[in-house]
């Protein structure tokens, strides 16, 4: 099977997956819970096998309206047959049609028109006669033919076109562009000032074939904002010498005629036509390298550690409009929100003080959540300084928290609170719970990435749902507390059923059983199997309800419990009973190792949460501006942003710096992923500050323990007439001659 053979599985694994996918399981519940199915593949694999058949099937789509269009006009013929039916890429598909594709009138159109197509014909043969003579046989004023060289040009329209829909010709031009094409960028006149920032492409170019994915996004915007002209092509040498190779059979002057054919055929219907695919075709490669970046981002970012159920403090900060303060309880409800003015003078800096102190007590707050945006870090040296017991102080990224604050969601949950509120309570909640409250934003707003506002918004979004499908299934919910936006992306719910489980909660109260969920209006038996495993319930009756055992295994485990004479919970408590299960005989035609191994490991800690422990984090006192930057300085870090090119690293200035992928690591690498991730605490040096540009460039290479070098070169040392040589430690063993010649022939290679 081509899928099997493209990702390198079996094809029963293909065979398998594909049939739960058509039966509308979704890839986290396929590679979690039915692994015997598909032989263990993972949700990567699940994803492009599901890919890849949606692929295949528009391609089969495709195919038959051609076949119908081409059987409607009476073209189809075996040979087109059999070439339709062997297009295995959509791009050849469309070349093998393009001959026969209904098209506007064109000056190949007209020249068939006034009759000059055996003309072309007899040209393109590239036979002995006189062309000149055969071509006034053509003249015919009332269609519009009044001279030897306008048949002549006729005839070289109608061969041009038939050049550039020529399929073969088109896949060895494609490849050329693709091989040998380069970018090409340039300023347009008058607009230097104005695009600054795309200073570096003014005057740029690079080959296709290894343009970085960031690159060719950054020109095609300039070219889209109108600061740069962009072109994209071969040298014009290769290309008609390759039409000419394919085209040209003889020496005469019908091989001429053919020859200005080409030159015409390229530039005006080839090169425009090639250079269009081919940014379609690195546009669809620079979409796809965005999109893998942007959702490896989103999901490090989702699966941020949590701070957990805590009393938080939440505080927006800002300068002469005052910090937005919220206190909340530890499942992140509301409980009182002010407004405090510690940068605005001595007395409001005072009464900011005791307001703190006082809510502080009143709710016996445990962490304080500093948004990181304007008067951030003087809004933590203020709070710091205030020295509140046992208080755990932590800047929160709050990129996006204003777009959740005027958004629907806020409005709903907050219908009287205004923005900046909504604001303070996004971020409080963020330390609690990176995933729960993220969901809530349109992951393009969250603030890494690069370029997800210029790549294909479907295909990004398709990505990003399944990256936070992924992250909330592998993390769990909990059925009692989880909002609706959380709720919609466990496997099998959807907007509509995570809308029934909340309203079903209010009316009737907590769920006390994950059966309970075949009460909630239109959840049928399907969405039941897909999403009960995700979903969690904290002091269930039945102790399987708050692990990722699923329920159809329930009876296996209680089988296993009732083997070993104890109970299900003294399975989960017992790490001696559990190591005593012999799992080889509760094997069975539907159970197999991979899912008794999940089992176990699940009962040994159920509904575990599989996040990184929270550490605090604090940026150095003092640094709190670009101006308070000096070259040399080392500085504590966050990473914020990971791109091809390198990391972004908040440092607590407000602006975050850039360490080049060079300056990552001593060693090579290609991807910042292979060392970095969001979120990591790392510590960098300042190499170079430019404040007009808002630009501070990193390096983590001299923070590094060095490896020990294991080689060192040979000091070269003047050549001496004479030396004595040294003692050797051991006696050399005795060599015959011809030994002693293969040595000394080895020692000089």
């Avoid at 957990?308 to 009182?336: H, N, S, Y």
Wanted: net charge neutral; with cysteine; proline share 4%.
């Amino acid at each position: 099977m081509k899928i099997a053979q493209e990702l390198a599985v079996g094809s029963k694994q293909v065979s398998a997956t594909i049939a739960l996918l058509d039966e509308g399981a979704t890839v986290p519940f396929i590679s979690r819970y039915r692994k015997e199915v598909t032989g263990s593949l993972d949700e990567v694999q699940v994803a492009a096998i599901r890919d890849r058949v949606q692929q295949l099937r528009d391609l089969d789509k495709r195919r038959e309206a051609i076949m119908k269009s081409l059987t409607d006009m009476g073209k189809l013929t075996p040979e087109l047959e059999m070439q339709v039916n062997a297009a295995e890429t959509m791009v050849l598909l469309e070349d093998i049609y393009l001959p026969y594709r209904p098209k506007r009138k064109t000056r190949a159109t007209a020249a068939r028109e006034k009759g000059l197509q055996p003309l072309a014909d007899a040209v393109l043969a590239q036979k002995n006669f006189d062309v000149e003579l055969e071509a006034g046989k053509y003249i015919n004023e009332e269609k519009g033919v009044n001279n030897v060289e306008e048949a002549l040009a006729g005839a070289r329209d109608i061969i041009a076109e038939h050049i550039s829909e020529h399929a073969e010709t088109r896949a060895q031009l494609r490849q050329l562009f693709t091989e040998k094409g380069v970018f090409e960028s340039k300023v347009a006149p008058g607009k230097e000032i104005e695009g600054i920032k795309y200073k570096d492409y003014f005057d740029w170019t690079e080959p296709v074939k290894s343009a970085p994915s960031h690159r060719i996004l950054a020109m095609r915007r300039g070219e889209k904002e109108e600061i740069l002209y962009l072109d994209i092509k071969p040298t014009e040498e290769d290309a008609i010498a390759l039409l000419e190779r394919e085209f040209i059979t003889s020496r005469n002057a019908a091989a001429n005629q053919v020859g200005l054919a080409i030159v015409d055929g390229y530039k005006r219907l080839l090169k425009p036509s090639m250079e269009t695919e081919i940014r379609l075709l690195t546009k669809k490669k620079a979409d796809e390298e965005a999109i893998r970046v942007f959702a490896e981002n989103a999901r490090q970012l989702l699966l941020g550690a949590p701070l957990g159920q805590k009393r938080i403090m939440a505080i927006d900060p800002g300068f002469r409009t005052g910090c937005k303060l919220v206190c909340l309880d530890e499942q992140g409800q509301l409980l009182e929100n002010t407004a405090i003015y510690p940068h605005t003078g001595a007395g409001q800096a005072k009464e900011a003080e005791k307001t703190v102190q006082h809510l502080f007590e009143r709710y016996n707050i445990e962490a304080i959540a500093i948004g990181n945006g304007t008067a951030g870090r003087e809004t933590e040296l203020f709070v710091r300084n205030l020295n509140l017991p046992g208080a755990t102080i932590v800047m929160v990224n709050e990129s996006g928290a204003s777009i959740y604050s005027a958004s629907d969601v806020a409005r709903e949950e907050f219908p009287d609170k205004d923005i900046t509120v909504r604001g303070a309570v996004s971020i409080g909640r963020r330390l609690m719970d990176p995933l729960a409250e993220l969901v809530k934003i349109d992951p393009k707003s969250i603030g890494v990435g690069q370029y997800q506002h210029d790549v294909d918004q479907n295909k990004l979004q398709v990505s990003l749902d399944d990256t936070v499908m992924s992250c909330v299934n592998a993390v769990g919910v909990e059925l009692n507390t989880a909002s609706k936006q959380i709720l919609a992306y466990v496997s099998g719910l959807g907007p509509q059923l995570a809308q029934n489980i909340v309203e079903y909660r209010n009316q009737n109260g907590a769920f006390k059983r994950r059966d309970q969920l075949k009460k909630v209006a239109r959840l049928g038996d399907k969405a039941y199997e897909q999403a009960a495993g995700f979903l969690r319930i904290r002091g269930a009756e039945n102790p399987l309800d708050t692990s990722a055992v699923h329920p159809e295994r329930y009876a296996l485990v209680e089988q296993m419990a009732k083997d070993l004479k104890c109970s299900v919970q003294d399975l989960i408590h017992d790490n001696n009973l559990r190591k005593s299960i012999p799992l080889q005989k509760y094997i069975s035609d539907t159970v197999g190792l991979p899912t008794l191994n999940d089992i176990m490991a699940e009962l040994a800690k159920p509904g575990r949460d599989p996040r990184e422990q929270f550490e605090a984090f604090s940026f150095t006192e003092g640094v709190n501006a670009i101006s308070d930057l000096k070259v040399g300085m080392k500085l504590p870090g966050i990473v914020t942003n990971i791109t091809n090119f390198g990391a972004f690293v908040d440092i607590g200035v407000h602006q975050d710096g850039l360490v080049h992928l060079s300056q990552i690591t001593n060693r090579f690498i290609k991807d910042p992923n292979e060392v970095l991730k969001v979120h990591q605490k790392v510590e960098v040096t300042i190499t170079e500050v430019d404040a007009a540009r808002k630009r501070i460039s990193l390096s983590m290479k001299e923070n590094e323990k060095r490896e020990p070098v294991a080689f060192k070169p040979r000091e070269q040392k003047p050549v001496q007439k004479s030396f004595t040589p040294k003692p050797k430690a051991e006696p050399e063993p005795e060599m015959d001659m011809m030994s002693k010649l293969a040595a000394l022939k080895n020692r000089f290679k």
